[in-house]
């Protein structure tokens, strides 16, 4: 009986085309009943309101909500994140960022960053976390994600270390760091249903050609830089890619120093320097 449950929910997953379908029931049901996988798998047999809380997570996956927002949690950077609707899900390709900032600042005390458009808090509050007394502004324009940010700030305890504002003081900070929405208006249909359907647009659409984000980054954080100071950009395509590595139009007084690479192998992250 278990095991034909367990089945029946795989089956129903995998008819709406959901790829890791059985791992996902695992998991759905786990958090469905606050059991372990261990638990899960030793137990003789469900009851019937077990099942129907099952059921209800698994109808919500069929309709392909993302599975981080039905169980309230992604991880990134090896720690968990709390998320639900409202709040763009932190991606591990977004985790090339964390890693650029851990390449100039690693050991380095006292660093002070922008995370424009935190979200969840994910880049910002992992690299509080990785860099001892550093010092982070976030800042977010929408209440629902905010409200997930301050949570996770409360959950690794790091309400002293941040402040959700821009800096006081004008050539402050050492690092400005983001994943702004930059994706083009018009792929945003072509985009899967968990991304399209439920995640908020305010956190994907980039404007007609992606870019509306990088200009206004450049134009309303910069002054904030000290000279030296670092800007890393997360990017969504080559044309992006391009155009902020010559640095045209939106971005003078800065030099493109490199690019790093995703799991994909695809240009993810750019990294430019205010010049001195
Ligand atoms: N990388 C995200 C996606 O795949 C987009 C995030 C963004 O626009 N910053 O949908």
């Given at each position: 009986?278990?095991?034909?449950?367990?089945?029946i929910?795989?089956?129903?997953?995998?008819?709406?085309?959901i790829?890791?379908?059985?791992?996902?029931?695992?998991?759905?049901?786990?958090?469905?009943?606050?059991?372990?996988?261990a638990?899960?798998?030793?137990?003789?047999?469900?009851?019937?309101?077990?099942?129907s809380?099952?059921?209800?997570?698994?109808?919500?996956?069929e309709?392909?909500?993302?599975?981080?927002?039905?169980?309230?949690?992604?991880?990134?950077?090896?720690?968990?994140?709390?998320v639900?609707s409202?709040?763009?899900?932190?991606?591990?390709?977004?985790?090339?960022?964390?890693?650029?900032?851990?390449?100039i600042?690693?050991?380095k005390?006292?660093v002070?960053?922008?995370?424009?458009?935190?979200?969840?808090g994910?880049?910002?509050?992992?690299?509080?976390?990785?860099?001892?007394?550093?010092?982070?502004?976030l800042l977010?324009?929408?209440?629902?994600?905010m409200?997930?940010?301050?949570?996770?700030?409360?959950r690794?305890?790091l309400?002293?270390?941040v402040?959700?504002?821009?800096?006081?003081?004008?050539?402050?900070l050492?690092?400005?760091?983001s994943?702004?929405?930059?994706?083009?208006?018009?792929?945003?249909?072509?985009?899967?249903?968990?991304?399209?359907?439920?995640?908020?647009?305010?956190?994907?659409?980039?404007?007609?050609?992606?870019?509306?984000?990088y200009?206004?980054?450049?134009s309303?954080?910069?002054?904030?830089?000290?000279?030296g100071?670092y800007?890393?950009?997360?990017?969504?395509?080559l044309?992006?890619?391009?155009?902020?590595?010559?640095?045209?139009?939106f971005?003078?007084?800065?030099?493109?120093?490199?690019?790093?690479?995703?799991?994909?192998?695809?240009?993810?992250?750019?990294?430019?320097?205010?010049?001195?």
């Amino acid at each position: 009986m278990r095991a034909n449950k367990h089945n029946i929910f795989v089956k129903r997953l995998e008819a709406a085309n959901i790829r890791n379908a059985e791992r996902e029931v695992i998991w759905l049901a786990c958090h469905a009943l606050g059991i372990s996988e261990a638990e899960f798998f030793t137990r003789e047999s469900f009851s019937h309101s077990e099942i129907s809380r099952i059921d209800e997570l698994i109808t919500r996956r069929e309709s392909h909500e993302p599975l981080q927002y039905i169980i309230s949690e992604a991880d990134f950077f090896g720690r968990d994140f709390r998320v639900g609707s409202g709040v763009l899900i932190p991606r591990h390709d977004t985790e090339v960022l964390v890693e650029a900032a851990l390449e100039i600042f690693r050991g380095k005390s006292g660093v002070k960053f922008l995370d424009w458009g935190t979200g969840s808090g994910c880049i910002g509050l992992t690299l509080l976390l990785e860099l001892g007394d550093s010092f982070a502004y976030l800042l977010e324009a929408s209440s629902a994600a905010m409200s997930y940010a301050r949570e996770n700030v409360a959950r690794y305890n790091l309400e002293s270390r941040v402040k959700f504002s821009y800096p006081e003081n004008s050539e402050s900070l050492d690092l400005i760091i983001s994943n702004p929405p930059y994706i083009p208006t018009r792929e945003i249909c072509e985009l899967m249903p968990e991304v399209r359907d439920f995640e908020p647009i305010s956190a994907l659409d980039g404007g007609v050609d992606g870019m509306d984000f990088y200009r206004l980054i450049f134009s309303d954080t910069c002054g904030f830089l000290k000279r030296g100071g670092y800007v890393i950009l997360e990017i969504g395509d080559l044309n992006q890619y391009h155009e902020i590595s010559s640095l045209q139009n939106f971005s003078n007084g800065f030099r493109f120093v490199r690019e790093f690479y995703d799991f994909g192998n695809f240009p993810r992250c750019v990294l430019c320097q205010k010049l001195l």
